[in-house]
């Protein structure tokens, strides 16, 4: 097969999703161990989505405790300004 072959074919299975899959079946069927990375690196992708997910979430929770700390922190600052006022009347 020709560079130029080959390109057509690359062409080709850009266009055709369902030849692609067919390739890609005809190729993994040659190597057993190349299907079973293909399965071991899905399944790798998948709890890695997975653990993504878990980490944004615990992200929100965090910037949400970090915004809860920063109100508290304003009104500890404001106590204190009140009280030193307070105490400068006295």
Same mark, same amino acid.
């Given at each position: 097969?020709?560079?130029? /072959?080959?390109?057509?074919?690359v062409?080709?299975?850009?266009?055709?999703?369902?030849?692609?899959?067919?390739?890609? !079946?005809?190729?993994? =069927? /040659?190597?057993?161990? &190349? @299907?079973?990375?293909?399965q071991?690196?899905?399944? =790798?992708? =998948? @709890?890695? $989505?997975?653990?993504? +997910?878990?980490?944004?979430? &615990?992200? $929100?929770?965090? +910037?949400?405790?970090?915004?809860?700390? =920063?109100? &508290?922190?304003a009104? #500890?600052? !404001?106590?204190?300004?009140?009280?030193?006022?307070?105490? $400068?009347? #006295?």
């Amino acid at each position: 097969m020709s560079p130029v /072959d080959i390109q057509e074919l690359v062409r080709h299975l850009e266009g055709h999703p369902d030849d692609r899959g067919l390739l890609r !079946k005809c190729l993994l =069927a /040659d190597d057993p161990g &190349a @299907s079973d990375g293909f399965q071991r690196l899905s399944t =790798a992708l =998948a @709890s890695l $989505a997975e653990r993504v +997910e878990e980490l944004a979430q &615990a992200q $929100a929770r965090t +910037e949400k405790r970090v915004e809860e700390l =920063a109100q &508290a922190q304003a009104r #500890t600052e !404001k106590r204190v300004e009140e009280l030193a006022q307070a105490q $400068a009347r #006295t």
